[in-house]
């Protein structure tokens, strides 16, 4: 018997990544969607249309059969306590009103930032942090509820932190400098950016990513102590850009670690990273891979690696410029490890663990 | 009278530049066009010409009449002595060979890398480091020639280093990182990027570039004491990719100075950083501009500002990984400002100079 | 002393490139600028802001000092009898209802659909069908208006009626058939093409287009008779796509023509097409090029030739498939010839011919 | 026990689709690569790393492990009377050398045009004109070969004939006009289109592919008579162009029947179309998909439906400007269905046909 999940904001992009992960997924079972109240009472195929008849479904062939009939419902009347989990693909504005709610009764497993930097809320990459997920009780204590809210990273954090965790285990870590190169997947559908915008060109800017990038991987890397997450003392700095490229995220990464470490103790380090989590059904089959090709990681070659489960780390070198330096390149697929598909990973984790029975 | 100039290396795409700097120079007027044996004795359009007919003229518009019918000549007969100047735009290889022929009488302005970081060869950005130009006296003593080889930087070398110049002149360095997203003409025609390489895509890696990028900073921006330049003392560290953008280098950049300055007084000295280029033609407005618009600057809105020979500089602000941490986004011309526009400004100042007669 | 005009629907993409083409034009000044409510009271360069403080000019560098201190009118409430001329850059929607206003007092220029297929209303390309004007004086009459609307033509519509026109009187005309490539500026950035969407793709379909192009085209080079324009008889169909580009669309066109053609009579033909608009300040210097070049025309390498103004024909040779047959593929400026400056030059014309005075 | 096959070019981009489709294939087992002298005598793996070192694989993932190791053979040597089928990914002049040596004793399946248009040689696409395969009694016997040659068409012509053949066979066909959108992996890697030619363009000419989709058009759906294929007497016409796009060609068909039909009779032929190919591992579910979405195909997005060997056909609609007159833009994957993996269809068909044995 499979646990019952919904999923709330299901006619959106990150939704509808959600739906795509979880059809036939060997332990959760998708027996209702939501959204708002413009899609509520259509059949999730109608609800997919736009006016010209054009069914908007941005993943791979078409909606599982099981889905395309079932009838959409509004986000805001949702019985969460009729399901083992509930997945949000919701905007932060909706997220901070509808979570609270769900979460009274049910696990919420969330893309959205709204909850990310609470300090009673995990902020969770399984084989990165799992052991943040202490911090659950603690929330379910001081609110009252019966269920949690675990939200995931920003995309563009994932991949950045994932590569970080080995390098600051084995050696610590000083301080972390990195410019992204982001697609365009990641603004979404609403508001996406134009191709007036993004062809032919680079945007050296993307609102509020630099921060959440900065925050959230200090306290991903933070340690867990009584019932706080500790952000590490070294400091973060990015630079975040929009490229033309449409899924796939590659970072340019510069840092000092505490302890002198040559290429080949880093590559080792990196290659030898085993996240403890075997058995996960998407869990990629190494957390991160490590090519010699110097013209890899390329988002549109690699990101597919894994499942677009796997963090590549390519590029991988001394730098001259700062103190223990190292320098590489990463790519992390943020439309599956940095969303829908990494958010399945951390049920699957808490499932695991006992957090979602 | 104008001065009369030569164009070696005249058919490919850099030369080609040079012919559309040059038509209507009120200093220079070309008289001479050379290539390989390839085009020898064909009027320059039909060597322009592929098997179907069809002009490979890649600046705008055609080429200037005057050229279209100039005989092209073999570059390993052209008679340097017959022009004031011999500007070179051909592969690194060559121009080891030829250029020192052309120098034992002419002084010749490259964009080959082959002598950019001999001793006595200076590395000339005008209004960045003019003072090297003094080096030229020893490079003619110990060679032996009349004339001389200038090169200009590698093109993802020049935008950084006009940058880095006023702030290094008003606060000092103490490290500068670098991770750039260079447009697909730098590569060229000849073994250029593929399409089915760039589109959708980023490549992390252009071999060679970031070494370049290393040694050249740091030349052009050492000191010139008795007939010596000295390297900087600060280390220049670089990551060079490539972007499925046209024209126009994009490079993040993360700096600590020596002395601590707010991103107002950072902003004030690049802004006020005035090269003492005025009189010269090519010579862009202002050096350096400084955008408050957060978006930009972009390679395609900004390249063409002050004829592509000026640096753009924005999202200028503090970065919290470094000690007195500074980080900017900025965009330089690469087939203008960093290459054959760049050249001719070279050889403008050294006219202005009396180095050029 | 110039003649005072409006630009409705200034802050737009549209309204933007009429301002672009009347900044410094010898004849119009434009004194007033209109858009919706939301802008209204603005300064205009304030009117250009989005949230984030960005500039949303998106022609070329800045608009002109002239503009970007003057405060923005609310369209509806225009003093249009204050103005020579009034440009609107609307929707269809606003057009229907505010153009009939403006036109009780002032010639309307408009890039809006609304008019385009009223009986009374001339869809003038100038050069092209400039007896059409002649429809005006039907058209001040029913309606009891001073001043007119004129539209022009659907962006994909001018490229082809260019190219038609000298075919069409020499050879006559039996049927056209044609497929476009288009642009990515065509769409706007209101409700504009996604980069999600157009990257490394091509979208078969632009809703209304096809219709448009079909009946404009028949309209456009119909015979003035009388007091009407009796469309062509002979069929135009076509398929319109979107491909990723940012301006020029290309158009490959398939005709009969009523007397058998050779490729060279038809060559001579459209070399030959001279429109009668010497003078004309906005006029290119030739209607249509024609290129020999098999590998043009290219929109990224030739719309900006005679300013964006001309029709670049190429591949020109003989159909196999149609009785006289004749093959060929155009490019033409979609915002420029197909849009504002395109109507600018209406405005010329018709002040010329002492419609607008 | 699988037929032993040897795959000749197999380090080009051709030669690895075939290597990417025959992996695992349940009838052929690859036992031999072969190359140019370049690549002879070298491990697979290694004749395809570049001096970087850099592995250039570009399908998906890496080659298996049973061709890693494999050493590459030169493709002159190759002793073709060990393999039950040759199949050849190669230039055209190589093939009118290799192929009839390889012929002499075993079948050859090419992607090469060098004998497409031979009266003994038929151009198969399997389910389209299967019959065809009957001229190779005649080929074995004037040339005097135990094996044959097969070529399959050019990719381009491929999806055109496969929608083609549905509507020829139930209402007649007049005359065929066709404008393609390439793809850039149809020109390779080799001598392939820059990114600097194609980013943000339309090249409106790829050298001989018009000729060819023409005449190969009418070849593939002539009829077999005696032992001559009769070329069918309707006219087909191209207009082949290039767009931004990586995989799967766009065409937007125009054509005549011979007898009226309407548009849904038109679309029950072309969605009721059964090659008789069910069996065949490579085969498609369905030869053609017919959609109603009016933004629908889009390479991206609909190139990989049923592996890439389904003709997606879309906007079907009655055309005005020919008499019975029909329009559609039709998909077909270049790379899968019009090249290796269409040929590997072929020695599918050619085998259970009982031609190869």
């Known amino acids: 018997m499979k646990m019952k999940v919904a999923v709330v904001g299901a006619t959106g992009i990150a939704g509808q990544q959600f739906l795509a992960t979880l059809a036939d997924h060997p332990l959760f079972e998708v027996t209702a969607l939501a959204a708002s109240g413009r899609s509520a009472g259509k059949p999730y195929i109608e609800a997919l249309k736009d006016k010209n008849g054009s069914i908007g479904w941005w993943c791979e062939g078409m909606p599982s059969r099981d889905f395309q009939g079932m009838v959409v419902q509004d986000a805001s009347r949702l019985e969460a306590a009729d399901f ?5 693909a919701i905007e932060s504005d909706a997220a901070r009103e509808l979570e609270p709610k769900y979460a ?11 909850f990310r930097m609470e300090q009673d809320v995990p902020l969770l990459i399984p084989g990165v942090n799992s052991g943040h997920a202490a911090l659950l009780e603690r929330q379910r204590k001081e609110r009252g509820w019966k269920g949690f809210v ?14 970080l965790k080995p390098l600051q285990d084995a050696f610590g870590l000083e301080r972390v400098l990195m410019t992204s190169m982001q697609a365009i997947s990641g603004a979404g559908r609403n508001g996406g950016v134009l191709g007036l915008d993004i062809t032919e ?10 921060e959440k990038v900065q925050q959230e991987t200090q306290k991903i890397l933070g340690a867990f102590e009584g019932d706080h997450v500790h952000p590490t003392h070294f400091p973060v700095s990015a630079t975040c850009t929009r490229v033309a490229v449409l899924d796939g995220h590659t970072e340019a990464v510069y840092l000092s670690t505490s302890r002198r470490a040559s290429v080949e103790e880093a590559a080792e380090v990196l290659r030898g990273f085993d996240g403890g989590l075997s058995g996960l059904h998407s869990a990629p089959e190494r957390m991160i891979r490590v090519t010699d090709d110097p013209f890899r990681p390329q988002p549109r070659r690699d990101r597919e690696i894994d499942g677009g489960m796997c963090t590549v780390v390519g590029r991988l070198r001394e730098d001259s410029a700062l103190d223990n330096g190292l320098k590489y390149v990463l790519l992390s697929h943020n439309t599956k490890m940095g969303a829908a598909k990494g958010a399945v990973l951390v049920a699957e984790l808490l499932h695991k663990e006992g957090q979602i029975r």
């Not at 083992?84 to 949000?88: D, E, H, Q, R, W």
């Not at 009274?104 to 709204?114: F, M, N």
């Not at 675990?150 to 994932?158: A, G, K």
């Open 104 to 114: 009274k009764t049910t696990p919420v497993i969330s893309t959205a930032s709204a």
């Open 84 to 88: 083992s989990i509930v997945f949000t």
């Open 201 to 210: 060109n680079v945007i050296p800017y993307i609102p509020g990513e630099e």
């Open 150 to 163: 675990v939200p995931i990273p920003n995309c563009t954090t994932t991949g950045l932190a994932v590569s």
